[in-house]
């Protein structure tokens, strides 16, 4: 036991006098917090100075949007949840991108939010904004501080409900309620909040147990609960009594280990025909630990692959996921893991031999898929085909490698040439889609663990909105991988220019410095790759310096994914004349 651990358990046998900010940070150790990420403000330098000394972390960021998408990639590793801090005004409102994409992703979060001092409040004083207004809609809770003596009380409450409804809480305390004095008891979490959950209803439980021995064809779709939960092996003895094809959801691709015989990757946009052929003809789906959003569902490849006549049974930990976006046979709210323990267990009390002829048909969706994959790899770009690009970036990274991946036409293009044997190295930008996420992600992963090789696969757009973090990387000794696709363009909106607006490219060009000269002078690697064959090369020396390291690979500006959104886009149709050339009949025509 640590010191601090030891001073926590001290400070929990009974009432004290202290500090609101000692309340906090004492309240922090007792949740396991070992790192805070933010930029350094007036408004909490009382509690900052208490950092060293209690043995968390302090790691300042260059922006604070950055600090959101560390903490939130660091609990997607650990399960631990993240905690950010800035100050008042200015710092908070920058995290709102970050803590918005958070929210979407169902990540675990304590944003700790010094507000203006109670006697300026509504004297619009300087760096005053009223925060709680605005991460109302992107947190699951905004907690106000409104004495000093509850500091520590309304901070576990944001932990409880952090946990309880996966995602982040917004812990508003005005800058003043830092200084004073107070007593309290400091709680052990345990006291306070219960982090697992049941197996869920057990008639729901029987029902299901009862369509999946009866299907023909059933199919299992792991999601990010499956991960959080620690439940893939049981989700595989499941696979294996059915011999069901297990898919991933969108973006998930950690969520079940590629090389499981029964595994066929991830569906959703610019995923895995093997899945989504899977899927289509599923008369049993077996959904566990995942919301079946809306986009990680659509039709891809032009294959309108969501089944509508199969029964779906839905796990999920939030009832408020339950049948939100498709209709379902069966809905059990409870623990990915504990429900399919209980799933498992009933179902192995009928022997049932495996079906060589179903795992055959598996095997061959799967492969075919994987040489299509490589063969549209192999055609030849200018400089380098981007999906040539991809597959080698996955085949130099090492197996417990954890791969961030930015959005845009490359990131997305990577959910279909990403494999993971291992949960939790996947971390993607999910549904928020935000750009600069990959790389504070990456390093968020890297503190979480300092022994994985750590990788950031992103556009060179979205690297503008992120190279910035090239010196948190130097500052803190993170070895992370950048691996900048550039193309030179907004790929994803330049696809649209091409397929809908008859190639008029407006801001979609990017003209950009050497990101590898960059780096350098920032004190990290650079590689600049132009050549299919360097790339290799180029990652095996970046994991052999240990040094933060920017892999600049030009890729092919031709070579571009389908429209992200073309279910949300429309031929231009123009009615007055001077914008008559632009009418899709017009050059449709030509």
């Known amino acids: ?36 990420y933010g930029i350094l403000g007036s408004a909490f330098m ?43 005004g200015p710092g908070i409102t920058n995290m709102v991108t970050s803590v918005a994409a958070a929210n979407q992703a169902h990540t675990p979060m304590v944003i700790i939010s010094p507000s203006a001092g109670t006697p300026t409040i509504g004297w619009d004083g300087f760096q005053e904004c009223d925060q709680v207004s605005i991460f109302k809609s992107i947190t699951k809770e905004t907690v106000r501080v409104t004495h000093r003596s509850r500091v520590a009380e309304t901070l576990r409450t944001a932990f409880r409900i952090a946990y309880a409804e996966r995602g982040p809480v917004l812990y508003d305390i005005p800058r003043d309620y830092f200084y004073g004095e107070l007593e309290d008891q400091i709680l052990s979490p345990h006291q306070y909040r219960v982090d697992a959950r049941g197996s869920g209803d057990p008639a729901s439980i029987e029902k299901a147990v009862e369509l999946l021995k009866n299907a023909k064809n059933p199919v299992i779709l792991s999601g990010r609960g499956v991960v959080d939960a620690n439940g893939t092996d049981v989700v595989a003895q499941i696979a294996e009594h059915l011999t069901a094809p297990v898919a991933v959801s969108y973006m998930h691709n950690d969520a079940f280990p590629a090389d499981h015989p029964l595994a066929v990757g991830p569906i959703g946009y610019m995923g895995s025909k093997a899945a989504m ?43 408020r996921n339950i049948a939100r976006t498709h209709p379902i046979e069966v809905g ?27 795992l ?19 055609v030849e ?48 930008a999910l549904t928020f889609g935000n750009c600069g996420f990959a790389y504070p992600a990456a390093m968020g992963a890297q503190i979480a663990e300092p022994d994985s090789p750590t990788c950031a696969i992103v556009g060179d757009g979205a690297w503008g909105m992120s190279l910035h973090e090239i010196s948190t990387a130097v500052e803190q000794k993170l070895p992370v991988i950048a691996c ?77 994914a389908p429209p992200f959104r073309k279910d949300a886009l429309e031929l231009p149709t123009r009615f007055l004349e001077k914008y008559k050339h632009l009418d899709y009949q017009t050059w449709k025509d030509e």
Do not use: C
């Not at 640590?2 to 001290?10: D, G």
């Not at 006098?17 to 007792?30: G, Q, R, W």
């Not at 599923?282 to 039709?299: E, K, N, W």
């Not at 055959?360 to 192999?378: V, Y």
């Open 332 to 358: 059990i709210i409870g623990d990915a893991k504990s429900a399919s323990d209980e799933i498992l267990k009933q179902l192995q009390r009928d022997k049932r031999e495996v079906d060589s002829s179903r």
């Open 1 to 36: 036991m640590t010191k601090s651990q030891v001073e926590v358990e001290n400070v929990v046998a009974k009432k004290v006098k202290m500090t609101p900010s000692e309340a906090i940070v004492e309240t922090l150790l007792a949740e396991g917090v070992k790192d805070i």
């Open 46 to 88: 009382d509690m900052l100075d208490l950092l060293p000394t209690a043995g968390i972390r302090f790691i300042p960021v260059r922006h604070e949007q950055s600090s959101g998408h560390m903490a939130d990639a660091y609990t997607r590793v650990t399960g631990v949840a993240g905690v950010v801090i800035g100050q008042n």
């Open 277 to 319: 052929l899977s899927i289509q003809k599923a008369d049993v789906l077996l959904a566990i630990g995942t919301r079946l959003s809306v986009f990680g569902t659509l039709p891809a490849y032009d294959i309108n692959y969501f089944p509508k006549d199969a029964k779906i049974i839905q796990i999920d930990i939030n009832p």
């Open 381 to 428: 770009g200018t400089p380098i085909n981007p999906r040539r690009a991809l597959l080698e970036v996955r085949k130099a990274l090492p197996d417990n490698a954890i791969i961030a991946t930015d959005i845009g036409n490359v990131s997305s293009t990577a959910n279909a040439y990403l494999h993971f044997n291992q949960s939790r190295r996947h971390l993607a």
């Open 360 to 378: 055959q048909k598996i095997n061959k969706l799967k492969e075919e898929w994987e040489q299509e994959l490589i063969d549209l790899a192999m």
């Open 484 to 560: 900048v696709f550039n193309n030179k363009s907004w790929a994803a909106e330049k696809k649209n220019q091409v397929d809908f607006y008859n190639n008029r490219f407006v801001g979609s060009d990017i003209e950009a410095p050497d990101f590898a000269e960059v780096a350098r002078s920032m004190g990290a690697l650079g590689f600049t790759v132009d050549k299919a064959e360097d790339i290799g090369p180029a990652i095996e020396e970046a994991l052999k310096a240990k040094r933060p390291a920017i892999i600049d690979i030009h890729v092919d500006g031709t070579m571009l």
